[in-house]
């Protein structure tokens, strides 16, 4: 079975510009989440998307955003970028159950820079 | 206000020797936990978890313990090798959340000697 799926692996962003990611999940996942990394804060939550709905938000302004789309796909996207953006964008994937949380697994990231 | 803490950034262990990471966690609201393990350039590969119903889950050579009255976790691998050497993350996640959203900590460096 193929992994989580990020691209463009590497951006290279202005200040000011906006930036659109994207990640392909684990085929029959259906929950798909969004982290940043950076060395300061660590890894953080940014939201997560499930049949196409945002489900949770994390603590980031409104100027990043995301979607979900039918076949499970989803894209961040981070508008008026700012040098404090520069991070490792990560997104994760999801078997859906229950209720509760159940393991994700992990795409290998975009490295987005803002210069 | 950090919810999920590992207080040891780093951790070298000689091959073949039991290595332990710790984590603690502050929010009583935190029923199931998670370790990944990450390289360089790498997204968080998935290691093993734990439910609040157990207090131990044990998967090859790692296991995890949970001590809910301290609210405390710990990975232990058991023997250690070289290949084991990466920076290894706990996470936490409230079951009342009907969704998937992980606080981590902030990640120990663990380094195997051959």
């Known amino acids: 079975k193929a992994g989580v799926t990020q691209t463009p692996r590497y951006l290279i962003k202005t200040r000011g510009q906006q930036v659109t990611l994207s990640c392909s999940p684990i085929s029959g996942h259906r929950s798909v989440s969004w982290y940043q990394q950076t060395p300061g804060q660590g890894l953080q939550f940014l939201f997560e998307y499930f049949s196409e709905t945002q489900r949770n938000k994390g603590n980031f302004p409104g100027r990043f955003s995301g979607r979900q789309f039918s076949n499970s796909r989803s894209e961040m996207n981070v508008s008026t970028l700012e040098l404090g953006d520069s991070a490792l964008y990560l997104c994760?994937?999801?078997?859906?159950?229950?209720?509760?949380?159940?393991?994700?697994?992990f795409g290998p990231g975009t490295r987005l820079t803002v210069t | 206000d950090q919810q999920v803490k590992q207080n040891s950034p780093s951790l070298s262990v000689q091959e073949g020797r039991i290595s332990i990471l710790n984590c603690d966690y502050t929010?009583?609201?935190?029923?199931?936990f998670l370790w990944y393990k990450k390289y360089p350039a790498e997204g968080p590969t998935f290691l093993i978890s734990?439910?609040?119903?157990?207090d131990k889950n044990e998967d090859g050579r790692f296991t995890v313990f949970l001590n809910k009255s301290a609210k405390h976790l710990s990975l232990h691998i058991v023997p250690s090798q070289p290949g084991d050497s990466a920076v290894y993350f706990c996470a936490a996640s409230p079951r009342w959340n009907a969704g998937n959203m992980l606080t981590f900590g902030g990640g120990t460096r663990l380094m195997v000697k051959p």
């Open positions: 929010n009583s609201m935190f029923d199931y």
């Open positions: 994760a994937s999801s078997l859906e159950g229950q209720g509760g949380s159940y393991e994700q697994y």
């Open positions: 734990i439910s609040s119903i157990k």
